[in-house]
């Protein structure tokens, strides 16, 4: 009789404890699955910052720095607020055909502008120099790349002797600007191209030194020498 209470009290702790166990595991199981959906909501939550910081570079990186207006040549920053040129892009070429027939164009007939994904593109002819030219902007993200191609479509051969192109900006509305030459803006003989609106007023700018060495030179080669007042370099830099 003693031995059978014994078995029945042993078997009913090992119930017991089978029952605690499980009960255990199913708290670790909770407290599991608490844990899951935490980590899932941390995830989700950083998933969507990262979305949103995504989406507002994206936005950021679509609006151009620089805009171009082709039609009336304005080249502006809307971020800035500054406009670097407001005129009429200007084009002008001179040279001559065969070395016989000279000529100086500047008017671009049969203008034509179409737009093509990020690109604006401008075809048109120069009658008198029997020139075609295609000039093309190309929206990169923060800057404007332009690309220009001449052909000659005379039977002759063409010597260009002078080429301007640019954008155009009325100097006497900007008296705060400075230009300085890029990439040199210290030249040969160690003077500065970097000059106030009111230097260019003046003409208060030259070129560099050594002016008749270069003459010399160009006239052995017989090439083209720009004008000793011209104002030459790669480009220029507003500040």
């Known amino acids: 009789m003693g031995i059978g209470v014994f078995h029945q009290i042993e078997k009913n702790f090992l119930e017991y404890t089978l029952t605690l166990k499980s009960i255990h595991m199913n708290l670790t199981n909770i407290e599991c699955s608490i844990i899951l959906k935490k980590i899932c909501a941390i995830l989700l939550f950083t998933c969507l910052i990262l979305l949103v910081i995504s989406c507002s570079r994206t936005k950021i990186q679509k609006e151009p720095v620089i805009k171009l207006n082709v039609k009336t040549g304005r080249l502006y920053s809307p971020k800035a607020n500054v406009t670097f040129a407001d005129g009429p892009y200007h084009y002008s070429i001179a040279g001559s055909i065969s070395d016989k027939e000279s000529f100086r164009d500047s008017i671009l007939k049969n203008k034509q502008i179409r737009e093509d994904g990020n690109k604006t593109i401008i075809t048109g002819k120069f009658y008198e120099a029997n020139i075609e030219i295609s000039q093309v902007f190309r929206q990169m993200g923060n ?8 052909t000659n479509i005379n039977n002759d051969t063409v010597n260009l ?4 192109f640019g954008f155009i900006a009325d100097i006497s509305d900007r008296p705060d600007w400075r230009l300085c030459a890029v990439p040199f803006r210290v030249q040969l003989d160690g003077s500065k191209h970097d000059y106030s609106t009111e230097d260019l007023k003046k003409g208060q700018y030259k070129n560099a030194g050594f002016w008749k060495e270069a ?19 790669g480009g220029w830099a507003v500040r």
């Not at 002797?161 to 301007?164: G, H, L, M, Q």
């Not at 030179?217 to 083209?224: E, I, L, R, S, V």
């Open 143 to 150: 800057h404007i790349e332009e690309t220009i191609t001449l």
């Open 215 to 233: 003459v010399k030179f160009c006239q052995q080669k017989k090439a083209f020498l720009p004008g000793k007042r011209r104002w030459n370099t």
């Open 161 to 164: 002797d002078d080429i301007r």
